[in-house]
């Protein structure tokens, strides 16, 4: 049972609840229990731990709904930085990936978990595809308990192929895929020792081949949604990121790439697919009439070169938005302000982008509108919360989980503020964290991780880039 706070005097507060709820003028928040107990103008209670939030905004902590935390070792990897998504899979995952051993990857989770956790993240999603028939380390047991150390609530995302693609055809028999039968047993062993179906789980597992069109056949494809919904565990993938799944998709089953996943079993509010950047207008409407969602990845789909999704098109169809920051491979800055931020201005560029002179029959100028602050703050926290199945966590309002950012705007880049409350999205940068909650537990006090040494988590960082790079 966690302690009773009063977080006292903050400037503003982001519920990440849609329309007129979006904000709370507080200015004070209790938390009890784990949860959030009263929200307004509050006295402290005899006992009750203090914080003077006087110089910070609260949001509620971030949701990030798709990562590969082993790539946090392959940031700005040469061979791959200037590449598209297919030859950037040969140049930096698929390359190193068969050189992780259990230190190396447990290094590379810690370093990704934290640098989420220091841009006011409480939930993790990851799709951890670090897989395959004997391999002597077990990347989901490093998974939930480097999570459980640092006090994040973790869901693990089980990736697995059971076929290849041409490109991983010469590399290490290590990477060879596994069988459907060997898959299906491990999600049963995951799902019973790791799974927690509550609403405010700290563990979930959920049933993540790489992706639909490549990673297995359509009847294992079916077999494993089916398995999945057995186990009460829900779906995700990666899906039409580039025009190349459009191609894939009409090649090899002469329709979309949304209606293949259709035909298998794989579209309904239980499945989220992380880009879904190249949609056609039936696709859309096929996706939010199942409530299928999406995790939004602008800068990745914006460093290989893929494009913007048409998050506003596919939220007015009924697709439930949330945001994830890929992996760092992909996504040299890999944390929750950096996305948010990007999802924030790649909205109103697209729309711009878009937009055409009156004499053409233009409408409008520009599209500063297309998504507000309050928007990406709703699609990162409760949006994702959504999708993730996770009903506790949806919004920073009474009763929900205390799961909460204190942002404290001492930075010139906030300086001049007219509106602090959307300081930490609109301005980018990282604010320092006066404190981080996860179900009312204080994870980041003043910008600073128990038990977490970062100059030597640097230090080890360097030593195993040295170390990927000799072997390479």
């Not at 259709?262 to 199942?290: N, S, Y």
């Amino acid at each position: 049972m966690s302690e009773s706070i009063l977080i006292r005097n903050l400037q503003a507060i982001m519920t990440g609840l849609p329309g007129a709820a979006a904000r709370h003028a507080g200015p004070d928040i209790r938390i009890d229990n784990g949860a959030v107990a009263a929200i307004g103008k509050l006295a402290p209670l005899p006992g009750e731990r203090v914080i003077d939030a006087a110089d910070c905004v609260a949001y509620p902590a971030w949701v990030n709904t798709h990562h590969h935390l082993f790539q946090s070792l392959l940031k700005g990897d040469p061979l791959g930085i200037n590449a598209t998504l297919t030859p950037w899979l040969a140049a930096t995952p698929y390359r190193y990936r068969a050189k992780f051993d259990a230190d190396l990857f447990r290094l590379a989770a810690r370093i990704g978990m934290v640098e989420l956790m220091r841009s006011g993240c409480g939930t993790i999603a990851d799709h951890n595809y670090l897989y395959y028939p004997g391999m002597p380390f077990d990347t989901s047991e490093i998974l939930f308990e480097e999570a459980e150390k640092l006090g994040l609530r973790f869901v693990l995302c089980r990736g697995t192929a059971t076929r290849t693609r041409q490109l991983e055809a010469e590399l290490p028999s290590a990477l060879r895929p596994e069988t459907l039968d060997g898959f299906l047993q491990d999600m049963a062993r995951l799902a019973k020792r790791f799974h927690d179906p509550a609403p405010a789980a700290m563990r979930r597992v959920v049933m993540a081949p790489t992706t639909p069109l490549y990673s297995a056949a359509p009847e294992e494809l079916r077999e494993m949604a089916q398995a999945a919904r057995a186990l009460g565990l829900r779906l995700h993938s990666h899906l039409s990121e580039t025009v190349g799944y459009q191609d894939s998709a009409h090649a090899m089953h002469g329709c979309t790439p949304v209606e293949f996943c259709e035909r298998i079993g794989w579209l309904g509010q239980d499945v989220w697919f992380a880009h879904l950047v190249k949609l056609d207008e039936e696709e859309i409407r096929l996706l939010g009439a199942t409530g299928t969602g999406i995790a939004h990845c602008p800068q990745s789909n914006g460093r290989l070169g893929s494009g913007i999704a048409p998050i506003r098109a596919l939220e007015a169809a009924g697709v439930p938005v949330s945001i994830g920051v890929d992996g760092a491979a992909s996504n040299e800055a890999a944390d929750m302000i950096s996305e948010t931020h990007a999802a924030w201005l790649m909205q109103r560029a697209r729309r711009g982008q878009q937009a055409t002179p009156a004499f053409r029959g233009g409408s409008c100028e520009g599209g500063a509108d297309e998504a507000t602050v309050e928007d990406v703050v709703r699609w990162g926290s409760s949006g994702g919360a959504k999708v993730l199945g996770l009903g506790a966590l949806d919004g920073l309002r009474v009763g929900q989980q205390a799961d909460i950012a204190l942002y404290r705007l001492d930075d010139p880049r906030y300086f001049g503020l007219h509106d602090p409350a959307i300081g930490p999205v609109a301005s980018g940068g990282r604010p320092a964290l006066k404190s981080l909650f996860v179900a009312g537990r204080e994870v980041v006090r003043e910008d600073a991780i128990p038990n977490v040494d970062l100059a030597e988590l640097g230090r080890q960082a360097r030593d195993a880039v040295r170390k990927l790079l000799a072997s390479s």
